[in-house]
């Protein structure tokens, strides 16, 4: 059996930095002080890099502040990074390196990226060559990560706006093709980033079981993403976050224990791959109920852990 839990330590994003390394002090220091063991901080909001390169005086305070502090850090590369979008791929491939820079740089180990979206006519008409597109895309990054002592957590999408709108699609809607995609890739520098709030919402709007995504996500799976959601997809006249949240709707980001998601039953599927960390999702809105969530969090991880591990 092995002796590395699960689930080897919880925390949170950061939530409105906007640039701002002092609120990021302010933040790490708070979840240390909450008992966590990692967070999570969002690449574009650090102010740390420009035209897809590091700037070197920002990164040496990044670095600094990340060091003296007793938490693990990951990073969530840019959302809007997609590789699938091959009319600028090139933007997407820069972006997707310069995070993989930034990551070695201030000691993260994960960096999450979002599953490759397209545009519902173009995916219906060629998806076995998007897909096919993404993994070449992926293993390539992959390399870089593993040479940087890094790895991908790809990730599940929610059903956004664009999405809700007929704009977009992704096939990681389900996480069931996410798992076939990453099991298809098989490369030691990418595990999937298992959302359980976008899969939720993911399950309400395909009419899925969240459940059995879970369970079928689980073993390719080595790094968490949490927050509670209702499984409705969001409407288009009702566009902040905090009124989603009070809706009941779309990626609500909302504090674990509201009663909207099976904890419970999640947990109870949930074979992550040992060594797996798990970050609460909390926006600005929600943010003062950040201690009561994590505790609710811990609870989940025991539970998880409290699952075997074949030897």
């Not at 809007?80 to 491939?93: G, V």
């Not at 949490?226 to 997809?233: C, K, N, W």
């Not at 409407?235 to 909207?260: E, R």
């Amino acid at each position: 059996m092995s002796t590395t839990p699960r689930i080897a330590g919880i925390g949170a994003s950061l939530s409105d930095i906007g640039g701002d390394l002092d609120r990021a002090r302010a933040q790490l220091d708070e979840l240390i002080g909450f008992g966590a063991e990692a967070a999570e901080l969002y690449a574009s909001a650090l102010g740390v890099v420009a035209d897809a390169r590091l700037i070197p005086e920002r990164i040496r305070e990044l670095k600094s502040l990340c060091a003296e502090r007793a938490i693990s850090i990951t990073l969530h590369a840019p959302i809007p990074i997609d590789l699938m979008d091959r009319d600028n791929i090139a933007l997407h491939r820069a972006a997707g390196r310069v995070s993989i820079d930034l990551a070695a740089e201030i000691g993260a180990k994960v960096v999450v990226i979002h599953a490759g979206r397209a545009h519902p006519d173009v995916w219906s008409a060629e998806p076995d060559a998007l897909l096919d597109f993404e993994l070449e895309e992926l293993s390539a990054l992959g390399d870089q990560a593993v040479a940087a002592g890094v790895r991908i957590g790809l990730e599940n999408i929610s059903p956004n706006p664009a999405v809700i709108a007929g704009r977009l699609t992704s096939y990681s809607l389900d996480p069931t093709l996410l798992a076939r995609q990453l099991r298809a890739l098989d490369h030691p520098g990418v595990v999937g980033c298992l959302d359980y709030s976008h899969a939720t919402q993911g399950a309400g709007m395909l009419d899925l079981d969240p459940i059995e995504g879970a369970r079928t996500m689980a073993p390719v799976t080595g790094h968490i993403h949490i927050s509670e959601a209702s499984g409705v997809p969001a409407i288009p006249s009702v566009t902040s976050q905090s009124d989603w949240m009070y809706f009941g709707i779309g990626d609500m980001h909302a504090p674990l224990g509201i009663g909207c998601m099976d904890l419970d039953a999640l947990a109870d599927v949930s074979t992550v791959l040992p060594g797996t960390l798990a970050i609460l999702e909390l926006q600005g809105h929600a943010r003062g109920m950040l201690a009561g969530s994590l505790t609710r969090l811990r609870v989940f991880a025991d539970r998880v852990n409290a699952l075997p591990i074949a030897a």
